[in-house]
């Protein structure tokens, strides 16, 4: 008797999972809709920043690419006047 009321409580149990199934699933496919969704927004964010920050970099070549030639330069004409680096 013990066995087949175990039996009878399992199964329902499956029959209440059954019942509750769309229940329990709801939140969970809302859950990975918005997460789906939030990572294509965050995908596309961090590609225009990207495009972004290229565009910028690309357009200001004119001024930065002089600044860091004349830098690199100065930097060359210092290191040759100190010498060689006397290592011991």
Partial sequence: MNTFLKALGIIFLALLTL??????????FI???TTLVL???LTAGATVTVLVSLAVITALAPIWLPV???VG???LI???VRG????A
């Fill in 19 to 28: 019942k509750f199934a769309p229940v329990l699933l709801a939140p969970v």
């Fill in 31 to 33: 859950l990975l809709v």
């Fill in 39 to 41: 990572g294509v927004v």
């Fill in 68 to 70: 860091a030639l004349v």
């Fill in 73 to 75: 330069f100065v930097m």
């Fill in 78 to 80: 210092c290191r040759l």
């Fill in 84 to 87: 060689p680096a006397v290592t």
